[in-house]
């Protein structure tokens, strides 16, 4: 994959450049991993397609019922997110809060659905949940940073001004023999996210781990892989700190629908 297309625009110094030249290194690499051999996750994602008619086919016809405004904090990931029922109302600062949760899913499908599930929203601020599913489906860290990349580089190429949030991955006590790799798979996002402009790394799985370094079962449910409401009252805390550092809108700005038809969310679908 062409290193133009990685390489986030506006660095504002020789020093971010560099150490995006050393991340991009091992993702251009990783791009190959996890899009162009047999069982990539490309591959993968458009055989599957069809797991998530359902899912699109729910947020088009939420979008015909109540089109959502523009200027959205936007929330897209997997079933963490899903699940999150009283997102709106913990982030009730926010003008408007958009959930496109979709069960199941890896960052490989949140970056290929990323048009139809945040770029037509033009939200202000993105904040991206995914990357424990990939690892647990067989991914690597390495293939989970090239999905995200290629995420940032397409809703950078179509909404230059929207702040851009990767949540780190959780440390589930379900899958604590995935730790070793969850630890890995932060510590690369994290590198490439200090590259951005207008972006950040909010790191949720620092305080969901007990003195001992074990994850805190206490915040999850009873399969030890979701969260519970003391779980999300953490993650509340933790996203809400990094929120408040966005600048306001610009007073008497006016927030208008979604200017793209729900009709292609749904067609996305079919």
């Known amino acids: 994959m062409p290193m133009t297309t990685l390489l986030p625009a506006n660095h504002r110094s020789s020093g971010a450049a560099l150490r995006w030249l050393a991340v991009a290194s091992f993702t251009v690499c990783a791009w190959g991993a996890a899009h162009g051999q047999a069982g990539d996750a490309s591959s993968a994602v458009l055989a599957s397609a069809s797991r998530w008619q ?156 007990a003195a001992d370094g074990a994850p805190r079962r206490e915040l999850f449910g009873a399969d030890m892989l979701h969260m519970n409401n003391a779980g999300y009252a953490l993650w509340r805390s933790v996203i809400a700190s990094q929120m408040e550092k966005l600048p306001a809108p610009a007073p008497g700005a006016t927030l208008k629908a979604a200017t793209q038809p729900a009709q292609q969310l749904s067609a996305a679908a079919n």
Request: proline share 6%.
């Open 54 to 209: 359902s899912s699109l086919a729910e947020f088009a016809a939420a979008d015909r019922e109540k089109p959502p405004a523009t200027g959205a904090a936007l929330f897209v990931g997997s079933s963490t997110i899903r699940l999150w029922t009283s997102m709106a109302q913990d982030f009730r600062q926010e003008p408007v809060v958009i959930n496109r949760g979709f069960g199941g899913s890896t960052m490989a499908d949140c970056d290929h659905f990323a048009r139809e599930l945040v770029t037509r929203y033009q939200p202000r601020h993105v904040l991206v949940y995914a990357g424990d599913n990939d690892l647990a489906e067989g991914r690597s860290p390495e293939q989970i940073l090239a999905s995200f990349t290629h995420f940032v580089s397409v809703v950078r190429r179509e909404l230059p001004q929207t702040r851009i949030s990767y949540i780190s991955i959780k440390p589930s006590p379900s899958r604590a023999s995935l730790l070793p790799k969850i630890r890995e798979a932060n510590m690369l996002l994290a590198a490439y996210t200090r590259t951005l402009d207008n972006a950040d790394y909010i790191d949720i799985f620092t305080p969901m781990l």
